[in-house]
């Protein structure tokens, strides 16, 4: 079927899973994603999202690898694969991802970040919160000002990153201002209405995630 002839729907589908590929490009470049770690999903229709699949580069992630999973709260990983890619497993992000988009109704696309920011700013502090003021990239989340604070949870790692999800549903709950979860030792899941303002969230993010550490280590050495 020429693409012309596909419904608006079916050529959203086309051109997310272009964009999703392109995206994770651009966070391996980042370091995000190395080592086939990180991972992203984009809502296309509804309840139907895109997922980029486990152990794969992904800087080589092509349209056909993605995986095409049909929401559901009460099926294992709370959601049913509607399009599986021959010899590619699942993320191990997606009970985490389904978690996040069954109890965050506007989010419509999440990023894995195994970013050395977050990672090294979970190394600096023993706190189950992060509370950031004083920053102008904070203007770069959603409901966010300059003069005010933010305030996103920190989880400690486990083995297996499915076991997060049902920790990582609850400080949703208890975090409704936030839009990021940060995992010790490990990085941070990010979400947006848009993969628009995903991409913006995780960029600022790691921005100040980056400032933080920066700041610390000069106020340690008397600097600032």
């Not at 599986?84 to 989010?107: D, M, R, V």
């Not at 201002?177 to 990085?187: E, F, M, S």
Request: with cysteine.
């Amino acid at each position: 079927m020429n693409q012309s002839t596909l419904s608006k729907e079916a050529l959203t589908y086309f051109e997310e899973r272009e964009k999703l590929c392109e995206l994770c490009r651009k966070f391996y470049e980042k370091g995000w994603a190395s080592g086939t770690g990180g991972g992203m999903t984009i809502k296309v229709a509804g309840d139907i999202a895109l997922i980029a699949p486990s152990g794969v580069q992904k800087e080589e992630l092509q349209p056909s690898d993605l995986f095409a999973v049909k929401l559901n709260a009460s099926l294992n990983h709370g959601c049913e694969i509607i399009d599986k890619p021959e010899n590619l497993k699942i993320s191990a992000c997606t009970s985490i991802f389904t978690n996040i988009f069954n109890l965050k109704a506007s989010a419509a696309s999440i990023i894995h970040s195994h970013s050395v920011n977050a990672v090294m700013l979970t190394k600096i502090t023993k706190a189950q919160e992060l509370t950031i003021s004083g920053y102008e990239m904070l203007k770069g989340i959603e409901g966010c000002t300059y003069f005010g604070s933010h305030t996103i949870p920190i989880l400690d790692n486990v083995e297996h990153e499915c076991d997060l999800a049902e920790d990582i549903g609850k400080v949703i709950l208890q975090y409704p201002k936030a839009y990021a979860v940060l995992v010790r030792d490990h990085g941070f899941y990010v979400w947006g209405k848009s993969w628009q303002q995903a991409k913006i969230h995780a960029e600022c993010y790691d921005y100040l995630f980056g400032a933080i550490v920066q700041e610390k280590s000069l106020q340690a050495l008397s600097l600032i």
